[in-house]
């Protein structure tokens, strides 16, 4: 079975919304609707009712596990820090930086007694990300690649200053929800391939403040961007 986890803007998608199943795993519950083999999981549960750091995170990826997800295509809307993935742009993560806190982000807590430290070296399945890279491109899109995603807790957005840091630590985009999710859906050995899309200048970058895209340019881009994921995912 396959998987698509859609968070911000992307859960707006009818495919997130329409009759949603609910399942009861060992950690909680979580939400998802499955149409032609493909899981589509909201990310913040259906109407986005759940803020990034209030997230059930392993019930989330414990639900593709009971599901028998082995391959996902989990997609971010971000912000930009760096113009290797402007706004208006899509394309995939290569690596993450966690800042996040005070979430439930392993499976080895220490409640099952065993210990494990999984190697995060690659933490993006390579060739998943390429069968992405190649869909998108046969399908007509440019996309970036080799982004450094930084997971801020939230739910507020940065101050300029923390921005600076993090281009300084070397974040290309900023958002508040990969790097807990990409962290357990590796420890369940979930594939797993990361499209990241911008929709804003991140703080101090953008002479007017912070300004969004419009939601037509949203819809446009998430449109695009699910449908070369389910593309992807029907070539496994
Ligand atoms: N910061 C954090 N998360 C985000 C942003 C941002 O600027 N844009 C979209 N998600």
Known sequence: MKAIIGGTGIDKDKRFLDGT?????RY????????DDIVYLPRHSPGHSVPPHMIN??????????LGVDSVISI?????????????????????????????????????REVRHVPFVEPFDRKLGALFARTAVESGYSLAVDSVYITTNGPRLETPAEIVAYRNLGADIVGMTLGTEAALLKEAGIRNAAVAYSINWAAGLDAEGISFLEDESIERLVGEIMSIAVKTLSKL
């Open 28 to 35: 909680g519950e979580a939400y998802y609707t499955v149409l």
């Open 57 to 66: 995170y392993k019930a989330n990826v414990q639900a593709l596990v009971d």
């Open 76 to 112: 971010y809307a971000v912000g930009s820090i760096t113009r290797r993935l402007s706004p208006g742009r899509f394309g995939l993560v290569k690596d993450f930086i966690d800042l996040a806190f005070s979430r439930a982000n392993t499976f080895y807590d220490g409640s099952t």
């Open 21 to 25: 199943e609910h399942i009861v795993t």
